[in-house]
DNA sequence: AAATAATAGTTGTTTGGTTAACTATTGTTT
DNA sequence: AAACAATAGTTAACCAAACAACTATTATTT
């Protein structure tokens, strides 16, 4: 290992938190218009939680996508407006909206996952599973130390 | 390699541009908070590029941070309304402005590089050099291709 | 049963990213 | 020199994140 190699706190925060992410979403937006897809990166992470169980509620949707309760109120709005969803009461607990997906919102999840897959097959083209895999449990890691260290 | 090991192309988005930069930039945020820093991650990126070369124009900014130039437009009204730095017009090429550091943009370096590092030593607790240097080459081929791709 | 705490969601404010449309200035072409 | 193109920056619109303060409802305590 050359000294060279030794990333200051700085780099690594870049290569964590910076410009790729950065890069990574707009190449997906710009996929999304392309393919007549009107949906933002952010709005994409909350029908996928829908496409694999229907009918969650916004605190279960928060939790699942690291998001805070109002972040997830105005993504649902929009996704609403773009009847991608709809709001429905809970049942019996009436503090709790339960989201579904409305037709159009079931429609649209192959195109987009097509969408999705060719960005990053583009993206990580050259990249090997062994890369793949150690980013993962490099990115666990970190993950865990996050959650452990803030309060 | 167990099949169980290989990703879904949504998993790899989320690796890659999902919940690890989101916190990671959070926990920043608070911290930068707790000590008394008013800046966010982004402001901080901006004053980053000036502690290594004062009297850049924004562009330049824009360019190094991989940003626009609207982005960098609003980013250094606030620092401007901050008093971390100032906007000064060019001699000669009058469509220029250059952003010059205050004496306030540069006494606060030390204290936010404090806080980064403890950021990210924190972060990647237990994370080998070895990974690190595998994601930064991952990293910068996922850049490299999307420069590549991205029209 | 009443008071309190916890949970689910909303609204307002500030900051930032993206795109498009715009002004001003400088550089290039003819 | 005049027309055109390129560059630097701004403004406005929309979407999203973070935080604080808020309402409504449900659960727990006493």
Known sequence: MKTADVLTSENKYDLLAGRV???????????????????TREQWSVLAILWKEDGCSQQKIADATNRDKPSITRLIDNLVKEGFVKREHHKTDRRTNLIYLTEKGK???????NV????????TEGLTQEQTLIIRDAFQLIYDNIKRYEK
């Open 21 to 39: 992410p950065l890069l990574l979403n707009r190449f997906l937006l710009q996929k999304f218009k392309l393919g007549g897809i009107g949906l």
């Open 107 to 113: 429609n649209i999840e192959q195109s987009v996952m």
């Open 116 to 123: 999705v897959n060719e960005t990053i097959d583009q993206s």
